[in-house]
T-cell receptor, first 115, second 110 residues
């Protein structure tokens, strides 16, 4: 089945540690996105990538880093510089380069808790 | 800039109707509507494009007023399965990224 796979589903991190969230898609989509969702809040864009080896910062990129070495993979690293990383992280993808007219599909999400 | 949704929350009895609004201070190229159940991924409902027609999916429909930079989602004869949080995602100024609204929590009771 085609879709977006995020792992791990749940992750606990100690303060000061970096952690990487995996996102893999087999939909052959060009564009991929990372969103953060805090409890009771909307989705905020962290980073997005329209093509391999290229990505742009979203609205809350500070403390995060990404790479896009392969079309199907867009991992997100939450660094120790991110002051409040506890949140629900959603990876998404769309068929075209960008959002216009293209449905954005979401993965099941990863819950990150800092302990 | 994050679009504003209203109302923040709606409580309905099964069979009642509801309208959810999404407003932006910036020009919009497209509006996407999603529904999210708690702890799950948002599920796509529909897209409205600039210059496009009103969309409908079963008993859920949506409109897009480009001049007012607003979109509305209409839920007719609500069902229990409609419960969840509804988000509008807006593409602003042809920037190729989607900015989501604050969300509207909808609860439908029997």
């Amino acid at each position: 089945d085609g879709g977006i796979t995020q792992s791990p589903k749940y992750l606990f991190r100690k303060e000061g540690q970096n952690v990487t969230l995996s996102c893999e898609q087999n939909l052959n989509h060009d564009a991929m996105y990372w969103y953060r969702q805090d409890p009771g809040q909307g989705l905020r864009l962290i980073y997005y990538s329209q093509i391999v080896n290229d990505f742009q910062k979203g609205d809350i990129a500070e403390g995060y880093s990404v790479s896009r070495e392969k079309k199907e993979s867009f991992p997100l690293t939450v660094t120790s510089a991110q002051k409040n990383p506890t949140a629900f992280y959603l990876c998404a993808s769309s068929i075209g380069q960008g959002a216009f007219g293209n449905t954005i599909y979401f993965g099941e999400g990863s819950w990150l808790t800092v302990v | 800039q994050q679009p504003v949704q209203s109302p923040q929350a709606v409580i309905l009895r099964e069979g009642e109707d509801a309208v959810i609004n999404c407003s932006s201070s910036k020009a919009l190229y497209s509006v996407h509507w999603y529904r999210q159940k708690h702890g799950e991924a948002p599920v796509f409902l529909m897209i409205l494009l600039k210059g496009g027609e009103q969309m409908r999916h079963e008993k859920i429909s949506a409109s897009f007023n480009e001049k007012k930079q607003q979109s509305s989602l209409y839920l007719t004869a609500s069902q229990l399965s409609y419960s969840g949080t509804y988000f509008c995602g807006t593409e602003q100024d042809n920037t190729d990224k989607l900015i989501f609204g604050t969300g509207t929590r909808l609860q439908v009771f029997p």
